[in-house]
């Protein structure tokens, strides 16, 4: 109802006030000076905050509009001859900015003329960014003529003018705020442009309206600079560079978490890790084909591993934090992150990063840790050439080697720490031009993995061990080949006004497991030592067909845009080697339901676990191979009522092969009090649809309950097991989402705040484990995919920046802030019994995706040769319930120290205070060329508040929150361009 209100009472504003809209008075002068060549020179500030009569401009007379400038604005429009005006006011500044103009102007004349009346005058120069860095392809125009230039690849120029007539020049460069500059009697001058502001950027994600700037949009967008983010943060995978820059996105690394040790979880406002849709250039980017098991993040649901994307390839990141599901499909109900890939030319960027951690723990532990390890090395290098006129190939190769790290683990586990990998990728971005009005478009890559870490410690006396292999026990090592391949190409063209878009998108992600220094226990002796463990495969392609249209003259301006898509997604389950998955009897045969009990393999009367240890392997029983297919058609507009008023509505309806079809809407609205200020607000319904990993994964395998190992079932969903325990088949989760805020900016400083509450029902979750012992299935427990809880997150975002140049001299200020708050509102067990079907333990896991908090200051300074920054992160406190709570009270245990369930609640809660960290860093430009870095993250070596019993999920002294536990990271970076 209010929408409408707001609608029609614009309408009606509309229609009385169409011949009153306003534009800024710099614009006016922008389009005036187009109109009718002449030039105008001011002081900035003094016309920042004046608007005009748009309408003017429909005067052919120029006298006529100068003279209604002057009395509309009381501003002094001297004309200083050859059509250059300068605009001043009667203030001291105002007097001071006329002198200068005229001084200018002389010194030009001067320098243009010589005795012999020749004026023939060459001009040379360099343009650079604020590090001092070339702008190539840059251009510089002479004002009031075609007469211009552009940079070459180390942004030096040349221009020729024949003219005193043309005495300035106007300097661009895409994402860099433009400037005039007065001709001196100079033939080498250095031009330092400065970075335009990030509100101003024109984005992809969030609106299909490509005359929207990001600041006009009715959610909140973040635009993160790739190259400034790694400069800033010195992170090397994208994951952790969005933790240190987007504060309301965490990406905690695990350890002992199986598959997610090698592919991080990542969350946006604290959600699932598959509800915030990945894009790259605007098309649908592939999840993995892991799903998130044990003592993970983003536990049950399946992500996108944005890791296996360069960090060098990429351009801009850009945040949308609002639901979307109407404009993008499943998985938008926590917003959408779209990776925008570098499209330069001409230029090589190359760099070489070398880091270590700090593996000092300071604490009383079983078995400390000393010295440093994690050694990381990263190699890229980026280089992009022109393809006929307009088009271009940018091609990225990048090398990630890393260390695995060490820390103090618990009793029952001997070895801690992040994983260790190896990484080759390489990214390929072109387009070429058809046509004046048609390009052809490809982008993709392909990413290999190698990543190894350890799993629970198995002890010398187990029956899992082997003491003629390991006599004194043995830490498997899970080790994973992770295999990443996309690629898109399309078609875009322009029709009778419409801007049409026709693609199509493939992604496949291949993981699959090798388990090393390991054994099969009923093999004995004779085990093998390392297997091959099968794996499982995601396949993903996406045609899509969009047809978009701006109408310039309804109202003050109508955006429609329609498509369709169309999807299809298979994911396999395939077997491991037999000594992987299988039990063999005493005559080296494979354990079956016709093998007699005398002839198993047993140790002091307790059966010898079968499969690898670590990771047990996927049998042909486990394997998978199922499609689905989904069809779905949207529209999105947008109307901008006014020059103020701006209303939006989407609507989007899919329909899927498996499970049915789902119709969601959108409405936004934006308004514009000022050109300073913008307040913006939405409403949507979103969904995400069950994964295919979510309906068909299923495997037997040893679970660590509270450090005891079980031999564990995950039985897929449409299984008659699952359906006799009362669950359900899965169905999409639903969402509603709500966000208002507001955008302001004054000279040099900027603010935009932004509340949101997000509602998902029937979110699917992974259940606790069921007792398994009575259904002949060899295994303990049994747990399963249910659509078991409705949530509500309500939350702040924050962010102000503040920027400033003096002279050379460039500062910036910036402050972002997330307040995040979940509660469960409803477990959906049915008949189970609630506390194993959704235990406290697990809501205190989920309601923990993130910190209720998390705030991060950077300051910046740089100049042509130097440029440090300082940045300082708060993570609020964390709390978890450990294993603790499964324990027996002494009423059923004489021999438990739980006194009642209150004392057994209580020691098993795990708080971890609040913690800042400190990372800071230091670059100096050696050469022209070449830049060197040096800094450190985590710099006081902080790790979670006091170290926890031996309960953990992660077998470690602290779970995976925060700011994760590999302590400080020293690094040296050398860049090189050319």
Same mark, same amino acid.
């Given at each position: 109802?209010?929408?409408?209100?707001?609608?029609?009472?614009?309408?009606?504003?509309?229609?009385?006030?169409?011949?009153?809209?306003?534009?800024?008075?710099?614009?006016?002068?922008?389009?005036?000076?187009?109109?009718?060549?002449?030039?105008?020179?001011?002081?900035?500030?003094?016309?920042?905050?004046?608007?005009?009569?748009?309408?003017?401009?429909?005067?052919?007379?120029?006298?006529?509009?100068?003279?209604?400038?002057?009395?509309?604005?009381?501003?002094?429009?001297?004309?200083?001859?050859?059509?250059?005006?300068?605009?001043?006011?009667?203030?001291?500044?105002?007097?001071?900015?006329?002198?200068?103009?005229?001084?200018?102007?002389?010194?030009?004349?001067?320098?243009?003329?010589?005795?012999?009346?020749?004026?023939?005058?060459?001009?040379?120069?360099?343009?650079?960014?604020?590090?001092?860095?070339?702008?190539?392809?840059?251009? *510089?125009?002479?004002?009031?003529?075609?007469?211009?230039?552009?940079?070459? *690849?180390?942004?030096?120029?040349?221009?020729?003018?024949?003219?005193?007539?043309?005495?300035?020049?106007?300097?661009?460069?895409?994402?860099?705020?433009?400037?005039?500059?007065?001709?001196?009697?100079?033939?080498?001058?250095?031009?330092?442009?400065?970075?335009?502001?990030?509100?101003?950027?024109?984005?992809?994600?969030?609106?299909?309206?490509?005359?929207?700037?990001?600041?006009?949009?009715?959610?909140?967008?973040?635009?993160?600079?790739?190259?400034?983010?790694?400069?800033?943060?010195?992170?090397?995978? *994208?994951?952790?560079?969005?933790?240190?820059?987007?504060?309301?996105?965490?990406?905690?690394?695990?350890?002992?978490?199986?598959?997610?040790?090698?592919?991080?979880?990542?969350?946006?406002?604290?959600?699932?890790?598959?509800?915030?849709?990945?894009?790259?250039?605007?098309?649908?980017?592939?999840?993995?084909?892991?799903?998130?098991?044990?003592?993970?993040?983003?536990?049950?649901?399946?992500?996108?591993?944005?890791?296996?994307?360069?960090?060098?390839?990429?351009?801009?990141?850009?945040?949308?934090?609002?639901?979307?599901?109407?404009?993008?499909?499943?998985?938008?109900?926590?917003?959408?992150?779209?990776?925008?890939?570098?499209?330069?030319?001409?230029?090589?960027?190359?760099?070489?990063?070398?880091?270590? $951690?700090?593996?000092?723990?300071?604490?009383?532990?079983?078995?400390?840790?000393?010295?440093?390890?994690?050694?990381?090395?990263?190699?890229?290098?980026?280089?992009?050439?022109?393809?006929?006129?307009?088009?271009?190939?940018?091609?990225?190769?990048?090398?990630?080697?890393?260390?695995?790290?060490?820390?103090?683990?618990?009793?029952?586990?001997?070895?801690?720490?992040?994983?260790?990998?190896?990484?080759?990728?390489?990214?390929?971005?072109?387009?070429?031009?058809?046509?004046?009005?048609?390009?052809?478009?490809?982008?993709?890559?392909?990413?290999?993995?190698?990543?190894?870490?350890?799993?629970?410690?198995?002890?010398?006396?187990?029956?899992?061990?082997?003491?003629?292999?390991?006599?004194?026990?043995?830490?498997?090592?899970?080790?994973?080949?992770?295999?990443?391949?996309?690629?898109?190409?399309?078609?875009?063209?322009?029709?009778?006004?419409?801007?049409?878009?026709?693609?199509?998108?493939?992604?496949? $992600?291949?993981?699959?497991?090798?388990?090393?220094?390991?054994?099969?226990?009923?093999?004995?002796?004779?085990?093998?030592?390392?297997?091959?463990?099968?794996?499982?495969?995601?396949?993903?392609?996406?045609?899509?067909?969009?047809?978009?249209?701006?109408?310039?003259?309804?109202?003050?301006?109508?955006?429609?845009?329609?498509?369709?898509?169309?999807?299809?997604? $298979?994911?396999?389950?395939?077997?491991?080697?037999?000594?992987?998955?299988?039990?063999?009897?005493?005559?080296?045969?494979?354990?079956?339901?016709?093998?007699?009990?005398?002839?198993?393999?047993?140790?002091?009367?307790?059966?010898?676990?079968?499969?690898?240890?670590?990771?047990?392997?996927?049998?042909?029983?486990?394997?998978?191979?199922?499609?689905?297919?989904?069809?779905?058609?949207?529209?999105?507009?947008?109307?901008?009522?006014?020059?103020?008023?701006?209303?939006?509505?989407?609507?989007?309806?899919?329909?899927?092969?498996?499970?049915?079809?789902?119709?969601?809407?959108?409405?936004?609205?934006?308004?514009?009090?000022?050109?300073?200020?913008?307040?913006?607000?939405?409403?949507?319904?979103?969904?995400?649809?069950?994964?295919?990993?979510?309906?068909?994964?299923?495997?037997?395998?040893?679970?660590?309950?509270?450090?005891?190992?079980?031999?564990?079932?995950?039985?897929?969903?449409?299984?008659?097991?699952?359906?006799?325990?009362? *669950?359900?088949?899965?169905?999409?989760?639903?969402?509603?989402?709500?966000?208002?805020?507001?955008?302001?900016?004054?000279?040099?400083?900027?603010?935009?705040?932004?509340?949101?509450?997000?509602?998902?029902?029937?979110?699917?979750?992974?259940?606790?484990?069921?007792?398994?012992?009575?259904?002949?299935?060899?295994?303990?427990?049994?747990?399963?995919?249910?659509?078991?809880?409705?949530?509500?997150?309500?939350?702040?975002?924050?962010?102000?920046?503040?920027?400033?140049?003096?002279?050379?001299?460039?500062?910036?200020?910036?402050?972002?802030?997330?307040?995040?708050?979940?509660?469960?509102?409803?477990?959906?067990?049915?008949?189970?019994?609630?506390?194993?079907?959704?235990?406290?333990?697990?809501?205190?896991?989920?309601?923990?995706?993130?910190?209720?908090?998390?705030?991060?200051?950077?300051?910046?300074?740089?100049?042509?040769?130097?440029?440090?920054?300082?940045?300082?992160?708060?993570? $609020?406190?964390?709390?978890?319930?450990?294993?603790?709570?499964?324990?027996?009270?002494?009423?059923?245990?004489?021999?438990?120290?739980?006194?009642?369930?209150?004392?057994?609640?209580?020691?098993?809660?795990?708080?971890?205070?609040?913690?800042?960290?400190?990372?800071?860093?230091?670059?100096?430009?050696?050469?022209?060329?070449?830049?060197?870095?040096?800094?450190?993250?985590?710099?006081?070596?902080?790790?979670?508040?006091?170290?926890?019993?031996?309960?953990?999920?992660?077998?470690?002294?602290?779970?995976?929150?925060?700011?994760?536990?590999?302590?400080?990271?020293?690094?040296?970076?050398?860049?090189?361009?050319?």
């Amino acid at each position: 109802m209010i929408f409408i209100l707001i609608i029609n009472y614009s309408l009606g504003l509309n229609a009385q006030n169409t011949e009153n809209q306003k534009i800024k008075l710099t614009h006016f002068l922008s389009k005036l000076s187009e109109e009718h060549q002449v030039f105008f020179t001011y002081d900035v500030d003094l016309l920042n905050n004046i608007n005009i009569d748009a309408n003017q401009l429909n005067n052919t007379d120029l006298q006529l509009i100068i003279d209604s400038l002057r009395a509309k604005t009381n501003l002094h429009f001297d004309n200083l001859g050859n059509n250059y005006y300068v605009i001043y006011n009667d203030s001291e500044k105002g007097k001071a900015s006329l002198e200068n103009a005229k001084k200018r102007l002389n010194e030009t004349i001067a320098t243009l003329s010589n005795s012999n009346g020749f004026t023939n005058f060459t001009m040379k120069g360099k343009v650079v960014n604020i590090f001092n860095e070339p702008l190539a392809e840059a251009n *510089i125009i002479e004002n009031g003529s075609i007469n211009g230039t552009t940079t070459d *690849i180390h942004g030096n120029f040349t221009l020729q003018t024949n003219s005193i007539n043309n005495l300035f020049i106007t300097v661009s460069y895409v994402g860099y705020a433009s400037k005039v500059i007065a001709v001196q009697n100079e033939n080498d001058i250095t031009i330092v442009l400065e970075p335009e502001e990030s509100l101003k950027e024109v984005q992809i994600v969030g609106s299909r309206n490509a005359n929207r700037s990001v600041l006009d949009t009715p959610s909140v967008i973040d635009v993160v600079q790739l190259e400034e983010a790694i400069k800033r943060t010195g992170q090397i995978e *994208i994951n952790q560079i969005l933790q240190f820059v987007i504060p309301s996105f965490n990406a905690s690394k695990q350890s002992g978490a199986d598959g997610s040790d090698h592919i991080v979880p990542a969350t946006l406002r604290g959600l699932g890790p598959d509800q915030t849709l990945i894009l790259i250039n605007g098309k649908r980017r592939h999840q993995s084909s892991l799903i998130n098991l044990y003592g993970t993040r983003g536990r049950g649901n399946s992500g996108t591993d944005l890791n296996a994307i360069p960090a060098s390839a990429i351009e801009k990141i850009e945040v949308l934090r609002d639901g979307a599901s109407a404009q993008y499909g499943s998985d938008a109900i926590a917003g959408v992150i779209n990776i925008v890939l570098k499209d330069d030319i001409d230029t090589f960027n190359g760099n070489i990063t070398y880091g270590f $951690n700090n593996a000092n723990v300071k604490g009383d532990f079983r078995n400390s840790t000393s010295g440093i390890d994690g050694n990381t090395m990263k190699l890229s290098g980026n280089y992009g050439m022109k393809i006929l006129d307009d088009g271009f190939v940018n091609i990225t190769t990048e090398y990630l080697s890393k260390d695995k790290t060490l820390r103090p683990g618990a009793d029952f586990r001997e070895k801690y720490g992040e994983a260790g990998l190896n990484e080759y990728s390489i990214f390929i971005n072109t387009e070429i031009p058809i046509n004046d009005h048609s390009n052809f478009y490809a982008f993709g890559g392909y990413s290999c993995r190698n990543s190894e870490s350890y799993a629970f410690t198995r002890f010398a006396d187990s029956p899992r061990n082997v003491l003629e292999i390991y006599p004194n026990g043995f830490n498997p090592l899970i080790t994973a080949k992770i295999k990443d391949n996309s690629i898109s190409a399309g078609f875009k063209t322009k029709f009778n006004g419409w801007n049409i878009d026709i693609n199509n998108t493939f992604g496949r $992600n291949n993981f699959q497991y090798f388990i090393k220094e390991t054994l099969n226990a009923t093999l004995l002796f004779n085990s093998p030592t390392s297997f091959n463990a099968g794996g499982h495969i995601l396949n993903q392609n996406t045609t899509d067909a969009d047809f978009t249209r701006f109408y310039k003259t309804i109202f003050n301006g109508v955006n429609i845009a329609f498509g369709t898509e169309y999807r299809i997604e $298979n994911f396999k389950i395939f077997a491991g080697e037999p000594g992987s998955y299988a039990a063999f009897d005493i005559n080296k045969n494979m354990v079956d339901q016709n093998t007699a009990p005398e002839d198993l393999v047993m140790l002091n009367g307790s059966l010898r676990p079968r499969g690898s240890q670590g990771f047990p392997g996927y049998a042909p029983e486990n394997k998978v191979d199922q499609t689905r297919s989904n069809l779905a058609l949207y529209i999105d507009t947008e109307f901008d009522f006014t020059n103020k008023f701006m209303f939006g509505i989407a609507g989007r309806y899919e329909k899927y092969s498996d499970f049915g079809n789902t119709f969601n809407i959108k409405l936004s609205s934006r308004y514009k009090a000022s050109d300073n200020f913008n307040m913006r607000s939405a409403f949507s319904s979103g969904f995400r649809a069950p994964s295919l990993a979510q309906f068909y994964y299923n495997l037997k395998f040893t679970n660590f309950i509270g450090g005891e190992p079980s031999e564990s079932l995950l039985e897929l969903n449409d299984s008659p097991v699952t359906r006799s325990f009362g *669950i359900s088949n899965l169905i999409e989760e639903k969402a509603l989402n709500g966000s208002l805020g507001f955008t302001a900016k004054m000279k040099n400083f900027k603010v935009s705040l932004d509340a949101y509450y997000v509602n998902i029902k029937d979110r699917i979750i992974l259940t606790g484990n069921f007792d398994a012992s009575n259904l002949n299935l060899n295994v303990n427990d049994v747990q399963f995919f249910a659509n078991g809880v409705d949530t509500s997150t309500m939350g702040l975002d924050v962010i102000l920046t503040w920027k400033k140049s003096i002279a050379n001299n460039f500062f910036s200020m910036s402050f972002a802030g997330n307040i995040n708050n979940m509660t469960i509102d409803k477990i959906k067990n049915r008949a189970l019994h609630e506390e194993t079907f959704f235990s406290k333990r697990d809501q205190h896991f989920l309601l923990a995706s993130a910190p209720k908090s998390k705030f991060n200051l950077n300051l910046n300074y740089s100049n042509k040769k130097f440029n440090t920054n300082l940045t300082l992160t708060s993570f $609020n406190k964390v709390t978890l319930i450990d294993w603790q709570i499964d324990m027996p009270l002494i009423t059923e245990d004489p021999n438990s120290e739980y006194i009642d369930e209150a004392d057994r609640l209580q020691k098993a809660t795990d708080t971890y205070t609040p913690k800042l960290t400190t990372d800071i860093n230091i670059g100096y430009a050696l050469t022209k060329k070449m830049a060197l870095r040096l800094g450190a993250n985590n710099l006081f070596n902080i790790y979670p508040s006091v170290q926890q019993n031996n309960w953990t999920d992660s077998g470690g002294y602290w779970d995976s929150v925060q700011m994760g536990t590999s302590g400080s990271f020293l690094y040296s970076n050398i860049s090189y361009k050319f």
